[in-house]
């Protein structure tokens, strides 16, 4: 296992990101008089449909693209196309989005860009921000998820090779000042050097930190950003240039939290063996085990290792054919992970990483960047036990609805090419992973992003405290 070095921080421009909010929004109030009153509190809380929402688009160094797209009314007990959704930066841009459709907008490079849901439109609305580089200096297909901000969250990407750069975006979307600290963790623990801490960001404010490349102790990096109040939006872009010759290029968005178990859907083995990252974040060494499993069942890597408390360590993935896999990363204390591909060992490639997959117990979905040349893609679910899921595949032509029965731990992987959005939801009450991985072509080398599914809101709850009298 290699570990990340020392790093140089440079704060130049702002995005954000902060602990992970829950799906539903919620507010509190309390009502109590003299304290010798108090006996004990009841909660009253109320629920209802969605009517607002703001989804945060960090945006990255090159233009690219913000997706839209809406659950589709057969989900939703009350669905009306009623209301509006917004795309709001430099510029404000009023999107056409009727219930179940996509749409798009522009995102102008170094902008950070909302998208705004008002009315019946806020309801299980999902975004995605797309930019594919192609140029002498960098290359590569990200796509990443615009989401809601989080204070508590991990990332992957960067290392120690030549021409290699990680580069933290942060965005503030709340109405209050907010502190982000970004600690980068490697095979010896934190590095200072690397980390940058009380980064200050005004209201609507975005800046960019630019970590850079990473010392041989940080050759497994992770980051882990914390932020106070209402939290910030963050991705982490990884940057690869070998020379002359473009590695690849990729921004994640989805914070992983620590966990015992986690999930890792939709990994690409090529001649490029994949490479699992783990961060263990308490004061005790964690066991890690990491396997992964191909949609036969069979078990095509198992191996364990101990990564000491408080740093990060990797394990490459070697013996996979070509193919998708279902990456299972379990401990005896929790861990963060994420998984990284490449479409190739050498030449002219592209990377991406997949961060470990938060659980779906209702609708998610995702909304599918166009204009990728030779685009191709691919749905992989999972699921700890046996389930079945609906799945929702809108095209230019329509929508199609297949049901899809899910082993456990035994990977599915569902065709759903031409898909403008595609829809995700486990049936009977169940829970699944889902991750879709996009492929393409451009000048005679692969492109390559994946994508794991969130879950979207549906509802919002109201929570009133009141202090009962005895």
């Known amino acids: ?46 629920s209802g449909t969605l009517s607002d929402v703001a989804l945060s688009c960090a945006g990255g160094e090159t233009s690219g693209h913000v997706e839209v797209a809406s659950t589709p ?71 990443a998820q615009c989401g809601t901000p989080v204070q508590d969250g991990w990332y992957f990407g960067g290392g120690d090779a030549a021409g290699r750069v990680a580069r933290l975006t942060l965005v503030n979307t709340g109405a209050t000042a907010t502190a982000v600290n970004a600690t980068v963790l490697g095979k010896d623990g934190a590095d200072s050097a690397a980390s940058v801490k009380g980064t200050v960001l005004a209201p609507g404010e975005r800046k960019v930190l630019v970590l850079g490349r990473f010392g ?37 968005s989805s914070a992983v939290i620590p966990a ?21 974040p308490g004061k005790d060494a964690g066991i890690v085990r990491v396997r992964a499993i191909s949609p036969s069942g069979a078990v095509a890597f198992d191996e364990v290792s101990t990564i000491a408390a408080g740093t990060s360590g990797a394990v490459r993935l070697t013996g996979l054919r070509t193919g998708r896999y279902e990456v299972q990363v379990t401990a005896d204390v929790p861990v963060a992970a994420a998984v990284l591909s490449r479409t190739a060992n050498s030449g002219t490639t592209d990377l991406t990483w997949s961060p470990a997959a938060a659980a779906v117990r209702g609708p998610a979905g995702i909304a599918l960047p166009s204009g ?77 992003a994946t994508v794991p599914l969130q879950q979207t809101s549906l509802s919002q709850s109201t929570k009133r405290l009141v202090a009962a009298r005895g």
Do not use: C, F
């Open 73 to 143: 009314a057969a989900w939703l007990s009350s669905a009306t196309s009623n209301g509006s959704v917004s795309l709001t930066g430099k510029h404000t841009d009023r999107l056409k989005l009727a219930r179940g459709g996509v749409a798009d907008g522009a995102l102008p490079a170094d902008t950070a860009s909302t998208v705004v849901g008002k009315g019946g439109l806020a309801t299980g609305l999902v975004a995605t921000q797309t930019r594919l580089d192609d140029s002498a200096t960098a290359r590569g297909l990200a796509v």
């Open 260 to 280: 015992e178990k986690l999930v890792v859907p939709g990994v690409s083995a090529t001649s490029a063996a994949p490479e699992a990252r783990v961060a263990v």
């Open 372 to 448: 990728i040349p030779n685009r191709s893609t691919a749905l992989m679910l999972a699921a700890p036990r046996r389930t079945k899921a609906d799945v929702i595949t809108v095209t230019g032509t329509g929508t199609s609805t297949k049901s899809v029965e899910i082993p456990a731990d035994r990977p599915v992987v569902v065709g759903v090419e031409g898909a403008a959005a595609v829809w995700v939801r486990p049936a009977g009450g169940g829970q699944l992973y889902a991750a879709l991985t996009i492929g393409g072509r451009r000048n005679d080398a692969a492109l390559l």
């Open 1 to 46: 296992m290699k570990v990340i070095g020392a790093i140089r921080a440079i704060v130049a421009v702002a995005a954000g990101a902060g602990l992970v909010w829950g799906a539903s929004q919620a507010t509190e109030t309390a009502d109590a008089t003299r304290p010798a009153d108090v006996r004990h509190v009841v909660s009253d809380t109320t």
């Open 216 to 252: 041989s102790s940080l050759a497994s990096a992770a980051v882990h950003v914390t932020a106070t109040g209402a939290g910030v939006a963050a991705s982490l872009t990884d940057a690869w240039l070998d020379g002359e010759t473009p590695v690849g290029e990729d921004t994640t």
